[in-house]
């Protein structure tokens, strides 16, 4: 699993390398010989860390039933708290998504950051994840926000996002006490995820390091994604994210 963690880096670092600096046209030929095996070796991962955190799953599962029959209530409890921070993801978010963890910490130290709508915890009471919009995060009715779980460091950054939205619902981003906007308004036909598409909006110029609030002017737009990136051509996918 280390090996392949260090393919990961050299994945994300060689290829913002050779997006931010001219190399000779050989080394560009050498890279996109050696992707597709990079690309293989980084979905090979993914595949592996997920079927470990099944088997985690499925242990704790059995152990609950096993405590609860037994009638140790106690061990019943906690194994069924631990269990719901198991399956959130949040107990192994490093092997999960290392694309979050220590592959990039935070997004001052990297090119991007990545970020799942599941992965966002903190949003306004109204915030509501999947309901009848499986997997894209959305606000019933207006004066949500969504705090993206990472904090991003001084530099220019542009905030990617993937999601639906039947009307206009445009958003704006605070960070610093500074608002940018509106954006993300664009209509995409429908709120469901068979709809969705990439929206960019920036560069933020931000002093020190601090949070991104996402927040809708009204109504949300449904979202399923954003990525934190230095690039201004990035464009979001639903590859990105899974």
Known sequence: MKMTFRILIIIFVTSWLLAEEQFPAIVIDQFNIIKPNL??????YSRKVKNEHDKFV???????????????FDNAMA????????KSGDFLAEWLAPVAGDLISDAGSGNELIIRADKIKSMAPNGTLGGLYPDLLWTNGG???YDLPTKIGPGEWYICA????????????VVEDKVFGPVFSK?????????ILPDICGPIVIARECTVRIRPIGYSPHFYGFIITKSKDRIASISDFE
């Open 79 to 86: 194994l069924r708290g631990a269990l719901e921070k198991v």
């Open 162 to 173: 993937l999601y639906a939205a039947g009307g206009s619902r445009p958003c704006d981003i």
């Open 58 to 72: 499925k242990a704790i599962e059995l152990s609950l039933v096993r405590e609860t029959k037994a009638g140790r």
């Open 187 to 195: 209509v995409s036909g429908s709120f469901t995820k068979e709809s």
């Open 143 to 145: 004066s949500g926000y």
């Open 39 to 44: 690309e293989k070796a980084r979905q090979e």
